[in-house]
């Protein structure tokens, strides 16, 4: 056991992940199906089982409450009798990162920390750069240099200090962790710390509540670093002890990219711990995760709920995107994207049944990717002469 008011990163001892642990049987008695009722879809709903202790002061944006979309006409065209997505990109800045950073700077400023720090791929920056800046606290972000322009921009727009890597995302974490050894920076990289996993857990805890307190039959979530995996399958232990679930689970899905996927590769081989993968390539930055500190956490979690790992490759990715936004209307990250795909094969394959209700994870916005967009390059003169003939020559062209 370790002490729950000091800044801590991973145990001292063994240096693996750290948990929060509360109180439940008193939280049960406080967070009641019907007091929760009353209570706005904030994080702040389920504050008997999060580590914030002052929540008149946290620097919160109103993260959390994101909605549970029916998806009905992919759902019909995979073959699934009910499909939903739990749509994240709602969040503040635009991906489910606000949830656990949320937690991790808030928590971290409760403690006196000065300078928050973190290696990203571009969301997760972008969320601790906020919360950075509303909390007061100086913003360190290491990120490969080949991250979108825009999160890059995001991060210097909310006053973070931005270092750029000639690697991937675990390069960043060795400049993190130097700095951090060097000038004391607190370091909230993934599961490197207790409290991110906590934010992660709400996206369950939602879901669960949302359902009136029942589970989908299976959760499918594109998977880097996987602290939203590890968070909401602790959070069902939770919910269960408390008496707001009984013990059925989802089936846990990881889906990753074809060019970056040692989660997968460990769970078809039976691996305790992932490899870490070599030349990691993926258009989508959110799974260019060589190598996760929590690899035994998920693959835990994947086995003891009878889930599965699989992979899926860019192309695929931008299939995704573009059925999600044309069938939905939701304009999803590639991340996002190689779920939905993932849900169509997971059909095909017979893993899934039509019955199964099944929640797909859209974990963040399009918006941060307009990069892979292929837009028109024509233009059309309202001068022109025969106006209604350039307009028809350019819808002949199509959609770009």
């Known amino acids: ?111 006196g920390a000065v300078t928050v720090a973190i290696p990203s791929a571009g969301n997760a920056a972008a969320a601790m750069a906020a919360y950075a800046a509303r909390a007061g606290l100086r913003a360190i972000v290491a990120m490969p240099r080949d991250v979108p322009p825009v999160m890059k921009a995001e991060c210097i727009a909310l006053g973070a200090t931005v270092l750029l890597v000639d690697g991937l995302i675990d390069d960043c974490g060795k400049v993190i962790r130097a700095g951090a050894a060097a000038h004391g920076w607190f370091d909230v990289s993934t599961l490197r710390e207790p409290y991110r996993a906590e934010g992660k857990k709400t996206m369950g805890i939602e879901i669960a509540d949302q359902l009136g307190w029942r589970l989908p039959d299976a959760i499918i979530y594109p998977t880097g670093g996987g602290t939203g995996i590890v968070g909401m399958w602790k959070a069902f232990a939770e919910l269960e002890a408390m008496g707001l679930i009984g013990p059925e689970r989802p089936k846990m899905i990881v889906v990753q990219a074809a060019g970056c996927a040692p989660i997968v590769r460990a769970f078809e081989s039976g691996a305790a711990h992932a490899e870490r993968w070599p030349n990691a390539t993926t258009i989508a930055a959110g799974l260019r995760v060589p190598a996760a500190i929590g690899d035994y956490l998920i693959l835990t979690a994947l086995r003891e709920s ?95």
């Open 306 to 400: 009878g889930g599965t790992a699989l992979t899926v490759t860019d192309a695929e990715m931008m299939e995704g995107m573009t059925l999600a936004a044309r069938r939905e209307g939701m304009f999803v990250s590639p991340e996002s994207g190689a779920a939905f795909i993932a849900a169509r094969r997971l059909r095909e394959s017979g893993f899934l049944k039509p019955e199964d209700l099944t929640v797909v994870f859209a974990t963040g916005s399009g918006l941060m990717h307009t990069d892979l967009i292929a837009t028109p390059d024509a233009v059309i003169d309202p001068t022109a002469p025969d106006l209604t003939a350039a307009i028809d020559r350019r819808m002949a062209a199509g959609s770009r």
């Open 1 to 111: 056991m370790c002490p729950a008011d000091a800044l801590i990163t991973t145990c001292p001892a063994c240096a693996k992940v750290l948990f929060a642990r509360y109180d439940l049987s008193a939280a049960a008695s406080e967070m009641s199906p019907a007091s929760l009722a009353s209570r706005p879809w904030n994080l702040s709903r389920y504050a008997e089982i999060l580590p914030v202790q002052d929540w008149a002061t946290a620097p919160m944006l109103g993260e959390g409450g994101t909605p549970l979309h029916e998806a009905p006409t992919l759902g019909r065209e995979f073959g699934f009798d009910r499909l939903l997505v739990k749509d994240e990109s709602l969040n503040p800045t635009g991906s489910f990162k606000a949830r656990g950073l949320a937690m991790a700077v808030a928590r971290a400023r409760e403690l």
